[in-house]
């Protein structure tokens, strides 16, 4: 079965500061899809970043960046210098793929870790 | 703009009343889902439809049903509404293939259970 754990459930920063959300997850699968999502105050959910598991590079996106480490079933995810507009809830998953590796199955979120960034 | 579209954004009804949630997608996309939502739990898969007329079971199907008649349209129906089944109702859809994005989100039916 899969699992992703966020042990952070929430996170507290000053603007301008740097913080990271941890992400951990398990799963039998050798093929499988790695996601972050956003989703602020008004409930939409987000798409931020999409890795699949044959791909282990990092990733920079303006101020966000992400870790992707197989060796320790980690995906952690970064925001440098954090902006007020950064406040939300933040979530891993992970998603299995079909055998053929084509379509995407069955997502599995994490908890979320509420991020508030205070001006 | 594609999009999944699901019918009410706040919903109140009573114990014991049989509700439904519809959602529909214009995509022509085959996977469906839906989840709750709770705060601290994250998002839970309640059931998922690969193709029409095919449901499985996600991990917390107890009180719940699906229906897929048309591709388009995935309806989550709660047949005898408990206090419990108060919560946050989104649906999403993916397709085959290497669509970037994967999932798309409705907005989400908030559902108040009196």
């Known amino acids: 079965a899969q699992k992703v754990t966020q042990a952070q459930t929430e996170i507290s920063v000053v603007e301008k500061e740097d913080v990271t959300l941890d992400c951990v997850y398990e799963t039998r699968d050798t093929t499988y899809y790695l996601f972050w999502y956003k989703q602020p105050p008004s409930g939409e959910l987000v798409f931020l970043i999409r890795?699949?598991?044959?791909?282990?590079q990092n990733e920079i996106s303006g101020r966000y960046s992400w870790n992707f480490q197989k060796s320790t079933s980690s995906f952690n995810f970064t925001i440098t210098a954090s902006q007020v507009v950064d406040s939300a809830v933040y979530f891993c998953a992970l998603s299995e793929a079909n055998a053929g590796g084509t379509s995407y199955g069955k997502l599995t979120f994490g908890q979320g870790t509420i991020l508030t960034v205070h001006p | 703009d594609v999009k999944v579209t699901q019918s009410s954004r706040y919903l109140v009804k009573r114990t014991g009343e049989k509700v439904f949630l519809e959602c529909v997608q214009d995509?022509?996309?085959?996977?469906m889902f839906w989840y709750r939502q709770d705060p601290g739990l994250g998002l839970r898969l309640i059931y998922f439809s690969y193709d029409v007329k095919m449901k499985e079971k996600g991990d917390i199907p107890e009180g719940y049903s699906v229906s897929r008649e048309k591709k388009e349209r995935f309806s989550l129906i709660l047949e005898s509404a408990s206090t419990n089944q108060t919560s946050m109702y989104l649906c999403?859809?993916?397709?085959?293939?290497?669509?970037?994005?994967?999932?798309?989100f409705g907005s989400g039916t908030r559902l108040t259970v009196v």
């Open positions: 995509m022509d996309h085959e996977n």
């Open positions: 999403a859809s993916s397709s085959l293939g290497g669509r970037v994005y994967g999932y798309t």
């Open positions: 890795r699949n598991s044959f791909d282990e």
